[in-house]
């Protein structure tokens, strides 16, 4: 009844002229002050009294909106529409909150209007440190890939899956990517131009030959303004994973809304994102389509499974080397004496880096491609996939991430035994990054029915010695292992403990399967799984865990009983006032 009566109100809104529109508005508002009496009781099950006590003192939230932000929200026909308006409406009916849409803004001008309280929330946001100091944010509810576009009969480029050495890529002004791609390629230049639109209207005019956007703006922008000489042509590394922005001073609201996404089930984000990523789908479909789709897909699990296979190769070839080095090292140890041992061994390291980085460069390309055309399998609106084969690109683009994710810690792996990795140390509030460590974990903690606890009074305060980045993944990767390796419905808790000389200590405790005496003698040896093969990793996320630790100063340090459980301890230097 509320759904069909709201449907109604859109269309007479879109479709009416102006007095119309101004008519069925102040009928909303009529309406608006009834709704939440007579719909209050089933609205929002599962919100304290507290929370509904602060949606009947805060019955309208106004949200930032932007003219140009496609498909997120943009304007049309002087309305302002898009994917972050569909989910306004179901946090509408979820909440009870009336959420009305201010006059668009510019993407900086809003961030401002938010920090200082003119506006309430912001939507579809990647979260980062920069904008933690300006507001607040829930978990993410939509994750979109950053990639490589190309002008298609630039001859120089058609082929170039990866950014040349040098090369300047243009990104869009004030959004994250402009950080990732200076820290991730700091040898490409970085421009910029006003916005989306503008950035691929430059790069279909031949101004620019290399950009990079978010791949939802790509597709609708493609399809909106008509351009068909610009293509993907690969993954820059970059997620967006975007959640909603809301005033720091407002945190109940931020419950209020992590509870309401979290009842909008996957197959409903999916219906909301395929409205707008993709046009409405033809009512037929040609038998013929479903073969050439059956082909490609059997093409692209055959392909991941070469790259499988030459993964494997690859770690045997690593191993192998590894001990014909060893082997060289020893006969030259006897004959030559330390010195020239010395020589051979730092030889060894640095050809093991080289052939990793090579490896590492070689397995990306076929990654890259198979994610890149499962992606456009998924978004192409002429050939739409049934359930199963959306299912069967699902497992394919877990099994890319997996590989991705083995490569990059092979890489950080190689690069702190080379010593080429940078970090920089500063004074870092715990603050800055067991929220985002908790909100990306949270998931898999819930899956196994596990408490998720924070026992740490006061972590704005709570401040160390450490490079912010690389605290953030040890800590990362200590709570994703205490998950992994826990009891169904167990605990898993950070928190504080004593500790003197000017350090800070922070435990990961968890109450689950725990460690033999033999395991902790084994813990931080590389590619080391202590037998658990029943569960997925490498076996040297712990090997550059302590080592980030100790190149930040500190020590790690593991405490276990099978009957208990497990605690890892980090003591870091504590920050000077």
């Not at 859109?10 to 069925?24: D, I, T, Y």
């Amino acid at each position: 009844m509320t759904i069909q009566f709201w449907q109604w109100i859109a269309l007479r809104c879109a479709a009416g002229s102006r007095r119309a529109q101004r008519g069925v508005l102040m009928a909303i508002t009529s309406c608006a002050l009834v709704m939440p009496a007579l719909a209050a009781s089933p609205l929002a099950p599962g919100l304290s009294d507290e929370e509904r006590a602060w949606i009947a003192q805060h019955p309208v939230v106004r949200v930032a909106t932007s003219a140009d932000y496609g498909p997120f929200t943009f304007v049309e026909n002087g309305v302002v529409r898009g994917m972050s308006i569909d989910y306004l409406e179901r946090l509408h009916q979820l909440t009870g909150i009336e959420f009305k849409t201010e006059e668009p803004a510019s993407f900086q001008a809003n961030l401002q209007r938010v920090a200082h309280g003119e506006v309430d929330l912001m939507m579809s946001l990647r979260d980062s440190p920069e904008r933690r100091q300006l507001m607040s944010f829930t978990r993410p509810y939509v994750s979109v890939p950053a990639v490589l576009l190309r002008r298609r009969g630039a001859a120089q480029s058609m082929a170039l899956e990866e950014l040349r050495p040098g090369e300047t890529v243009a990104v869009s002004a004030g959004y994250a990517v402009a950080a990732f791609m200076a820290e991730r390629y700091p040898d490409n230049p970085v421009i910029t131009r006003p916005n989306d639109r503008a950035l691929l209207l430059a790069l279909a005019s031949g101004e620019v030959e290399a950009a990079v956007m978010d791949l939802a703006g790509v597709t609708y922008l493609m399809r909106t303004l008509g351009i068909g000489n610009a293509h993907i042509v690969g993954d820059v590394g970059l997620s967006y994973d975007l959640g909603i922005g809301y005033r720091r001073d407002w945190p109940v609201l931020g419950r209020i809304l992590d509870k309401a996404l979290a009842r909008v089930d996957a197959q409903e984000r999916q219906a909301i994102a395929d409205r707008w990523f993709l046009p409405p789908a033809a009512t037929g479909i040609d038998p013929r389509w479903l073969q050439w789709g059956a082909g490609v897909l059997a093409l692209l699990l055959g392909g991941l499974a070469v790259v499988i296979g030459l993964n494997r190769v690859l770690r045997r070839q690593v191993a192998l080397r590894t001990e014909q080095l060893r082997a060289e090292l020893a006969e030259r140890l006897r004959l030559q004496g330390v010195d020239q041992a010395r020589a051979l061994a730092e030889e060894a390291n640095a050809a093991k880096v080289r052939f990793l980085s090579q490896a590492s460069h070689e397995l990306r390309n076929p990654l890259n491609a198979v994610s890149g055309f499962a992606q456009l399998m998924a978004m192409d609106p002429t050939r739409p996939l049934d359930d199963t084969q959306r299912n069967r690109l699902q497992h394919i683009q877990h099994a890319v991430q997996q590989l991705l994710a083995l490569i990059d810690d092979m890489m950080s792996f190689s690069r702190l035994e080379s010593g080429t990795l940078a970090l920089t140390v500063r004074s870092t509030a715990l603050q800055e990054v067991l929220p985002h460590c908790l909100a990306l974990v949270e998931p898999a903690a819930k899956a196994m029915a596990l408490e998720l606890r924070c026992a740490v009074d006061e972590p704005a305060k709570v401040k160390v010695m450490a490079d912010p980045l690389r605290l953030e993944q040890v800590l990362h990767n200590l709570l994703s292992n205490a998950i992994k390796y826990n009891r169904q419905g167990g605990w898993v808790e950070v928190r504080t403990a004593p500790a003197g000389d000017g350090t800070v200590r922070l435990e990961v405790a968890d109450g689950g399967l725990g460690l033999t005496p033999d395991q902790q003698k084994q813990l931080f040896q590389p590619f080391n799984r202590l037998g658990r093969t029943e569960q997925e990793g490498t076996g040297i996320g712990l090997v550059i865990c302590k080592q980030l630790v100790e190149r930040m100063g500190g020590v790690i340090d593991v405490a276990s009983d099978p009957a208990k459980g497990t605690v890892f301890g980090l003591n870091l230097a504590s920050a000077p006032a």
